[in-house]
T-cell receptor, first 115, second 114 residues
Framework: NAGVTQTPKFRVLKTGQSMTLLCAQDMNHEYMYWYRQDPGMGLRLIHYSVGEGTTAKGEVPDGYNVSRLKKQNFLLGLESAAPSQTSVYFC??????????????FGPGTRLTVL | AQSVSQHNHHVILSEAASLELGCNYSYGGTVNLFWYVQYPGQHLQLLLKYFSGDPLVKGIKGFEAEFIKSKFSFNLRKPSVQWSDTAEYFCAVNAVTNAGKSTFGDGTTLTVKP
């Protein structure tokens, strides 16, 4: 049971380049989330999904797109990267059953630098 | 909309000192409350959570938190910190009716000196 995994762990982009961050979970969770973490600002929600085929905007969605074609995967895309998107990105999934009800499980993070 | 405020941005303690980190939230309805910890270079993991019942909840590694509804607070405590508690601590609130979305505080960095 790997939990939540993220690919890649590190990436450096030039302004205007595009990329996709992959999040995968093997816990059969319905809900999945993408956050960005910036110094002194905690975690801010970018987009989230409450099930396969559904996505919704979070607090800071501009410049990002997401897709949830399979229940276990949640992709975050940057179509045209900007320096303001330099951040650490965390994916999380939420358990809606059992002893870990409503707990979020986080991936290890992706550190993205946009030059 | 819900919001979370953590009062201390950086706390420095010596080993064996007692810890209390403040967390206040604003939301008029029923909430679930969480404390997460992020050790250096690692991802966030759950310390403890409150849903209902006894307002004093105990978590892992000797941490506890008390929910005081009248004060909209959920402060984290530990009687005696260790060097290994050096980490960043995040308070989070999830309105029960809010599609599972959590709002996180800005975090408190705890440094424990050996």
């Amino acid at each position: 049971n790997a939990g939540v995994t993220q690919t890649p762990k590190f990436r450096v982009l030039k302004t205007g380049q595009s990329m996709t961050l992959l999040c995968a979970q093997d816990m059969n969770h319905e809900y999945m989330y993408w956050y960005r973490q910036d110094p002194g600002m905690g975690l801010r929600l970018i987009h989230y999904s409450v099930g396969e085929g559904t996505t919704a905007k979070g607090e800071v969605p501009d410049g990002y797109n997401v897709s949830r074609l399979k229940k276990q995967n949640f992709l975050l895309g940057l179509e045209s990267a900007a320096p303001s998107q330099t951040s650490v990105y965390f994916c999380a999934s939420r358990d809606l059953q059992g002893s870990s009800y409503n707990e979020q499980f986080f991936g290890p993070g992706t550190r993205l630098t946009v030059l | 909309a819900q919001s979370v405020s953590q009062h201390n941005h950086h706390v420095i303690l010596s080993e064996a000192a007692s810890l209390e980190l403040g967390c206040n939230y604003s939301y008029g309805g029923t909430v679930n409350l969480f404390w997460y910890v992020q050790y250096p270079g690692q991802h966030l993991q759950l310390l403890l959570k409150y849903f209902s019942g006894d307002p004093l909840v105990k978590g892992i590694k000797g941490f506890e938190a008390e929910f005081i509804k009248s004060k909209f607070s959920f402060n984290l405590r530990k009687p005696s910190v260790q060097w290994s508690d050096t980490a960043e601590y995040f308070c989070a609130v999830n309105a029960v009716t809010n599609a599972g979305k959590s709002t996180f505080g800005d975090g408190t960095t705890l440094t424990v000196k050996p």
